[in-house]
């Protein structure tokens, strides 16, 4: 699975406050991620997050290997 910072995820199971779509903020062993709806900010390690991760739609990176200065 390719995923990288700045995607936006779908898991099978919304969470408590009804989105179950994420932004991922931090992608390596672990990711961790920002639920759309509320702003709360869990982390995985990747193996559970592929298994709980539903879609994955890319996010607007325009440029690889370069990181966005924000
Ligand atoms: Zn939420």
Same mark, same amino acid.
């Given at each position: ?11 099978? $199971?919304?969470?408590? *406050? ?13 990711? $961790?991620?920002? *639920?759309?709806? *509320? ?32």
């Amino acid at each position: 699975m390719f995923i990288q910072v700045g995607d936006s995820v779908k898991m099978r $199971k919304p969470h408590p *406050c009804g989105s179950d779509t994420w932004t991922l903020t931090r992608v390596g062993a672990d990711v $961790k991620m920002k *639920c759309a709806g *509320c702003g709360h900010v869990v982390m995985l390690d990747r193996q559970d997050f592929e298994r709980r991760c539903k879609k994955v739609i890319p996010g607007n990176n325009a440029s690889t290997g370069d990181n966005a200065n924000v």
